[in-house]
């Protein structure tokens, strides 16, 4: 076989993986800078030199076939190890390194920002651009270089670094404390207030407590923990948060804490692709929170 045939230009497969990625040859040609047009004429361009019908045209809509759907997966996998190495090439030549980090927002806003400076000061020269986000990240298709996030266990395909073990501690407002005792029967009984993206946290402490199921009151639901946090302030309800998030509110005296706090199924990870491993400012910023942590 010709392994011309195998490795089409680049252009090529920068235009098929963008239609791929949007279904649009419209949105593609806007990522692109070129013209719808010019799109659709590469990806046939492309079709044709595989003897492959990556797409399934109705209309003005473009859909990908099974096939497509194999050679895009396969094909984003490339191009991000095309982009690391470019990167990492960057990075020795001008000798400063840039992260994109991606963070939970307020893990990012309570722990990791009041430390970042000790960073700098580390490595003078690296930047660390930080991107907000609750949702998981694909890397292959975002420029996304690492993640700290939750979860139950490591993820298939990633390295991950188990940086620290979730615990839950239930917060009150300094008023309500103040309220007499707050044993784990009295907590059951009010408007529990949680995270949507930690749904069985209530769940586990009612468990922990062998509290029975049916007796929990669930009030509203937050995206942002920072969101919970000051509707307890609020008196709202109270709130089942992860201690390490609420550590400078308890200190001071605007929180307080009813009852130890209880081990969470979940651990906070440093998350990255294989092939961004070896990036200079990954590394450094890997050894530095692995100590701070």
């Avoid at 906070?268 to 961004?276: A, T």
Wanted: aromatic share 8%.
């Amino acid at each position: 076989m010709n392994y011309r045939h195998l490795t089409p230009s680049m252009s090529l497969l920068l235009a098929f993986e963008a239609a791929a990625r949007h279904e649009s040859y419209t949105r593609a040609a806007a990522e692109l800078s070129l013209t719808q047009s010019a799109v659709s004429r590469q990806v046939q361009a492309l079709e044709q030199q595989l003897g492959l019908t990556l797409f399934r045209r109705e209309g003005r809509q473009v859909q990908l076939t099974d096939v497509g759907r194999l050679y895009q997966r396969e094909l984003s996998e490339a191009l991000g190890r095309i982009r690391s190495a470019t990167l990492q090439a960057l990075a020795y030549q001008s000798g400063v390194g840039t992260l994109r980090l991606a963070t939970l927002p307020t893990f990012g806003s309570k722990w990791l920002l009041p430390r970042l400076h000790a960073f700098y000061g580390a490595h003078p020269g690296m930047l660390v651009h930080i991107h907000s986000r609750i949702e998981a990240i694909n890397f292959d298709t975002s420029e996304i270089d690492a993640a700290i996030g939750v979860a139950s266990h490591d993820l298939p395909g990633l390295i991950c670094h188990r940086l620290h073990a979730e615990e839950l501690v239930v917060i009150l407002p300094p008023q309500g404390a103040a309220d007499g005792q707050w044993d784990p029967t009295r907590i059951s009984g009010q408007v529990l207030l949680n995270v949507a993206n930690n749904p069985h946290a209530w769940g586990e402490w009612f468990s922990h407590h062998a509290l029975p199921h049916r007796a929990m009151r669930l009030g509203p639901s937050f995206e942002l923990t920072s969101h919970l946090i000051q509707a307890v302030r609020a008196g709202i309800g109270i709130g089942l948060v992860p201690r390490i998030l609420v550590e400078e509110e308890l200190a001071s005296g605007e929180l307080v804490s009813a009852g130890a706090p209880i081990a969470s199924q979940r651990s906070y990870y440093l998350i990255y692709p294989p092939r961004n491993e070896a990036l200079p400012s990954l590394r450094a910023f890997r050894g530095w929170l692995l100590e701070q942590i």
